[in-house]
């Protein structure tokens, strides 16, 4: 690598503030817990209206390996935003230092960076684990009720709808658009 090259990426370095990791690490947090909520909330989807039980059983023992891998990815992230953020509050000019101390910003970090992904992966696990083991058939009975009678009710509104007739005969003044362009 060039010389020229070298002392750019030095200088670039050297340009790069304590502060600016904290935006990055809060922004790539936020965007972790965004992708882990949509996930969260698709594999709950999916476990809920897939009828074959051991494609839910798959589908849930997947998602619970994918949500404690996402949750201590989160873990990791949230973990450094505090240390920034405790560095920061330490410099005597960044205006982190003259916060109140009493704010909620630890707190909502901690449920936001812990609580959040704990709870969400427990409950996805204990799921996982009712699925295998067959008793969640027992606490979701009304999953087949569900299907029954959305099967009657459409059976009940083909019924009552209007029956159409037959392929009627075409008026006098009326041409099927094929014979026309003969």
């Known amino acids: 690598m060039p010389r020229f090259i070298r002392e750019e990426i030095a200088l670039k370095a050297q340009e790069w503030s304590l502060n600016q990791e904290r935006v990055f690490s809060e922004e790539l ?13 698709l594999l709950l989807v999916a476990a809920f ?9 798959f589908i849930l023992a997947a998602g619970t390996v994918i949500t404690w891998i996402l949750s201590f990815s989160i873990f990791s992230i949230t973990r450094k935003v505090n240390r920034i953020i405790k560095m920061l509050k330490r410099e005597t000019g960044h205006p982190l230092s003259s916060l109140d101390t009493k704010s909620f910003d630890l707190i909502n970090r901690f449920l936001i960076g812990y609580a959040l992904p704990v709870f969400c ?5 204990i799921g996982s684990a ?25 059976e009940d509104v083909k019924k009552s709808l209007p029956k159409t007739k037959e392929k009627s005969r075409p008026s006098k ?6 014979s026309v362009s003969k």
């Open 29 to 41: 947090m936020n965007k972790r817990i965004n992708f882990f909520l949509i996930f969260f909330i």
């Open 49 to 57: 209206f897939i009828k074959e039980k051991e494609i839910v059983s």
């Open 121 to 125: 992966s427990v409950i996805i696990t």
């Open 130 to 154: 009712l699925s295998v083991s067959g008793a969640l058939n027992l606490y979701m009975p009304f999953k087949e009720e569900v299907t029954r009678k959305t099967e009657q009710i459409k």
């Open 173 to 178: 003044y009326f041409q099927p658009i094929d």
